[in-house]
């Protein structure tokens, strides 16, 4: 009952109740006891006692409790007290213990979610040095392996040299592949990229990607294209180079997990308020289960096809940043055997 009340409420409380039990002791004195206390006597013992224990509890609660809030304030604020706390001290009519009381709660809860912050955060990097130290592995040990075989005599072997060097120098450019993402990924994640967003017109920049393609989709036999429709220009707003590297990421993708004789289709389609971008190919597809992880960190369907075509496992996921970053979004739609088909969104001038 008393949680919910004012300093002054249980000042006064305290003071009628010191002041009813002297009044029932006087009453009890006069009228039992036949006592010769006159009855003004009685009036001004009653009302005055009342008085000062009002004034004495008055005192107390607010030196008492100003000192325990005090301390509370200290604990839960790692901020020093503020000067108008001390100056004002408590407020007497106002449910002190409740206010704190809540406050002591919204601290206990944010503390909680810190510590889940910390502790997701904690497992985040465990798994993340784990994933690396595990991506890295594989190249460093190839490369090592190969050069001791032509420390070891191979050297001397001309054919066995020249397999060996080719095969290190492939695992070199894996190695560099994987830090080169893995610096794109942690400047996304640290919100390093500060987009420069302009208007331009999307198809064209699909051009410039199909372009910078074009010797790797000849050699894998891979026919590169547009959907129809596509063959007006589609203005869009975001980052331009950010956008490039989406779309050599999908594109690329679409080559190394192509059929050879097979194609890949860029299409883009009028979403009202955005401009819905699809990379389309009819390699070997995506069984649905691996599809909500195709976008995590080092996930691959295929291990080997992804390790074979020099894939770091990130290109997906940078992707997925760079979209976020812009607040956009990033689909697939895909079919073992048939083909996938990935959809990003951009915000339409
Ligand atoms: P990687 O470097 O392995 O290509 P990505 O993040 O780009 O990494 O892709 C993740 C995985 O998703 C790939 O390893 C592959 O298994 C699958 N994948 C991506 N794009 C395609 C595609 N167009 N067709 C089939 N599988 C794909």
Redesign the pocket.
């Known amino acids: 009952m008393l949680k919910n009340s004012t300093p002054r409420e249980i000042a006064l409380l305290a003071s009628l109740t010191i002041g009813g039990a002297i009044l029932g002791l006087s009453l009890l004195l006069k009228v039992v006891l036949f006592s010769a206390v006159s009855w003004f006597a009685i009036g001004v013992m009653t009302v005055g006692a009342t008085g000062f224990s009002y004034l004495v509890v008055l005192t107390y609660l607010d030196r008492y409790i100003y000192r325990k809030i005090k301390l509370i304030y200290k604990t839960i604020h790692s901020q020093k007290i503020s000067t108008d706390i001390k100056k004002e001290g408590v407020d007497l009519d106002q449910p002190i213990i409740d206010d704190v009381e809540q406050e002591v709660e919204e601290w206990a809860e944010n503390q909680q979610i810190k510590i889940q912050q910390y502790e997701r955060f904690a497992e985040y990097r465990r798994r993340y040095v784990g994933d690396i130290s595990h991506e890295l592995k594989t190249p460093i040990f190839n490369i090592q392996g190969y050069l001791h075989t032509l420390l070891e005599g191979g050297y001397y072997d001309e054919k066995i040299a020249m397999s060996f060097l080719k095969k290190a120098a492939k695992n070199v450019d894996r190695l560099q592949t994987i830090v080169e993402d893995l610096g794109a990924i942690s400047r996304l994640e640290s919100g390093e990229l500060i987009l420069d967003t302009e208007v331009f017109d999307i198809k064209d920049l699909a051009l410039e990607v199909l372009d910078e393609v074009d010797l790797k989709s000849k050699e894998m036999k891979i026919e590169l294209g547009f959907k129809p429709g596509a063959d007006t220009g589609f203005l869009v707003e975001a980052d331009r180079e950010s956008i490039r590297q989406v779309l050599v ?2 594109v690329t ?2 080559l ?3 059929n050879p004789n097979g194609s890949t289709k860029i299409g883009f389609y009028d979403m009202d308020a955005y401009i819905l971008c699809e ?1 389309a ?1 009819n ?4 069984p649905e289960k ?1 599809l909500p992880h ?2 995590d960190r080092f ?5 080997s ?3 074979q ?11 997925k940043h760079i979209l976020e970053a812009h607040q956009q979004t990033i689909n697939v739609r ?1 079919s073992p055997g048939l ?2 088909t ?1 959809g990003i969104t951009l915000a339409k001038a």
């Open positions: 990421n999908l993708n679409s190394k997990y192509g990379v190919d390699g070997i597809g995506i691996h195709v976008f996930y691959r369907v295929d291990k096809r992804s390790r075509k020099g894939g770091s496992g990130l290109g997906l996921a940078i992707v895909s083909g996938s990935f």
